[in-house]
């Protein structure tokens, strides 16, 4: 239970420290967002700057391309293991 406990006040403070880096970059320059997200396949944190006004991404890290390669990878190791058993 302590540990549930503990993760919900991790996950509490990540959100309060995001919504805190949101507000800083609208002030500085407010066409842009930040989307923060978990990708479905690789468990991996991804970060986009989008563009407020068109939902245009301008930036993502990682890459879409780096995402697929991890994905890429897992499946080739995947393949290797099967193999030797």
């Known amino acids: 239970m302590q540990g549930t406990s503990a993760q919900a006040s991790s996950q509490e403070k990540l959100k309060a420290a995001l919504a805190d880096l949101q507000s800083k970059l609208q002030s500085s320059a407010p066409d842009l967002q930040l989307s923060f997200s978990v990708d479905k396949d690789t468990d991996r944190p991804v970060v986009k ?30 393949l290797l293991l099967d193999k030797k058993a």
């Not at 995402?67 to 890429?72: R, T, V």
Request: charged share 35%.
């Open 49 to 78: 700057v989008v563009d407020a006004s068109t939902n245009e991404v301008i930036r993502q890290i990682p890459s879409k391309e780096i995402l697929q390669l991890d994905k890429d990878i897992d499946k080739m190791q995947g």
